[in-house]
């Protein structure tokens, strides 16, 4: 690796540490981003020449706040009678120090800038997109490049979104137990967002996507490790590797789906797996179930099966059953379906997502689900209505191309049916 | 004699390689292994997994099972155990085992992502 190569990944992995502490010391964002990219331009010229310090985010800390606390005193010193000097309490030579020996605010610094980028008034891809920006420090270019949209345009929601959250009062204590909870909460939720916004991609773009999903096991993992006993996280952490494990065998040459029972699974990529079930018997050991553990779970028993025949379909239903209690949702319901049809046949797993209907009468998956059901029961007319309408409903190509597959083998069925009368 | 060579790095730079950069070291890497391995000089070589997937076990009286790596610095490390076992729990009943026979310190029970066997004759 070259010298420039190591000082980016230094940099990039202390930069939630630094941007948040220089966060809690100026108490605005942007001051904060600025100090942040002035420590790291003398880092770029000071790192090659003295070698990297012994800790990176410390040193960004310590030459971010000073290169700011000078910038102000120079505009302080061209406004007449510069009256209370509140950043003097910042300037004694003990500060470096102490900061380097109390951890504990790092927990609660990272923890509070991913949070802020949760507002609640913002929509998700604003989340997602401040969080890639403020917290990954992905570049504006990087990040319109995997939101498929042009730079300018995610420059706008980006500064559209750091407004809103400059008008919201963020507390800058720390947080009682409580709040803490909270927001440890709200953040994997925002985690899980982003990994999503990369999984969800079709072929077509699943390349450009990918970034977001490694870039959410990165801040998944940074969670895990200030908060190392939260069997959720652990759970989220898991989650997310077991499905990035499938990445490579996700979509063929042309990009279309490919389903997991079709899948090359020597593609998967096993140290995510060995990783994901590590950490889910991990979480198991603390007996506090939640939504992602659970289907952590599910996605481990996946991962276990060597052939899709092997897969252990009961406990699956098994485990969708307690996500149901836990999150009730139609869609959950619709996955379990799948579980069911499989341990009960489509004939049961048709009956029980019938009342889904209406909730889910615009959902493209649940059409693509019912067709299949239907085109295992023989009711190959009925199938073929649901399959036009999730191509309507489909949120890619790839999707509807998926969906076309199954129409085409219906096709060949009834010719094959009538041939053979 | 036999040495140990302990591997240490930022696992957070290390975890920022690329597939295409990660495998270029390993195979540097195994241009060193392998003139060792002719020579009957290599032992076992492990890759660990991230310290998130880190458990251990305080030899306290009763023994403390913490999540996360080991992160005292008041011992020191003074051996290891490469042990094959079905789940975590299984590994934690080794440890406590062990801890029975040597009490105090701590053991960091860390999942092994691969392992090459080595070439020394016992």
Redesign the interface.
Known sequence: ?TDTA?IN??L??ARPQAVGALLRYFRNLDTAEEAYQNACLRALKSWPINGPPRDAAAWLIMVGRNVAIDGLRRDRRQQPLPEDDVISDLEDTETEIAERLDGSHYRDDILRLLFICCHPELPATQQIALALRIVSGLSVKQIARAFLVSEAAMEQRITRAKARVAEANVAFETPGAVERAERLSVVAAMIYLIFNEGYSAGGDTANARAPLCEEAI?LG?LL??LF??EPEI?GL?ALMLLQHARAAARFDAQGSLVLLDDQDRSKWNA?MI??GL??I??AM?HRRSGPYQIQAAIAALHARARRPEETDWVQIDLLYGALELMQPSPVVTLNRSVAVSKVKGARAALEMIEPLAPKLANYFHFFGVRGAFLMQLGRNEEARVAFDRAIALANSPAEADHIRMHLDRLMRDSRAKISGK | MLYAILCYH?E??V???NKE?DAEIMNKLAVVQDKLRQQGRLGPVARL?????A?TLRKSDPPL????PYAETKEQLLGFYIIDCK???EALNVARDLGDANPGGAYEIR?V??LFPGSIKA
């Not at chain 2, 997994?49 to 997937?53: I, S």
């Not at chain 2, 099972?65 to 996360?68: A, H, L, S, Y």
Request: proline share 4%.
């Open positions: 690796m190591w990944a230094a990039t992995s990165r993992r895990l490790r190392q006993s652990m952490n140290e060995a990783e590590a950490l018997d991990k050991r | 930022d957070d730079v975890g920022s390689w950069h997994l991230p310290t998130t997937a458990t099972v913490i999540d996360g789940d975590l729990d999942p992502n691969v």
